[in-house]
Nanobody, 123 residues
């Protein structure tokens, strides 16, 4: 398994949740990483991404100020800390590793994808 995401679940509006993604070292060390989500009937969108050394970070407008994307290179892991969750955050969340080392919001820049983890925010 190249990427393994976990941590999804059912939460209430305003709650916090942290998603985790463990990657094989080969694709983690020098690669940008990203979190994407896809809600029912909607296109997949990039929620956040981070460069290999955390020097570049992207957040979509919809999550800016609520989500963070810490990265732990020693554990080959990237996280998505989600605070103040809203019903519109309900989606399947995917972690992905980019071909390059920079932060990118474009799905075509990613060539490794993990299985999604479902986040449901109930009102």
């Amino acid at each position: 398994v190249q990427l393994q995401a976990s941590g999804g679940g059912l939460v209430q509006v305003g709650d916090s949740l942290r998603l985790s993604c463990v990657a094989s070292r080969r694709i983690f060390s020098n690669n940008g990483l990203g979190w994407f989500r896809q809600a029912p009937g909607k296109e997949r969108e990039c929620v956040s991404s981070i460069s290999w050394n955390a020097g570049g970070i992207y957040y979509s407008d919809s999550v800016k100020g609520r989500f963070t994307i810490p990265r732990d290179n020693a554990k080959n892991s990237v996280y998505l800390q989600m605070n103040s969750l809203k019903p519109e955050d309900t989606a399947v969340y995917y972690c992905a590793a980019a071909r390059g080392s920079t932060s990118s919001s474009r799905s075509r820049d990613y060539n490794y994808w993990g299985r999604g983890t479902l986040v449901t925010v109930s009102s």
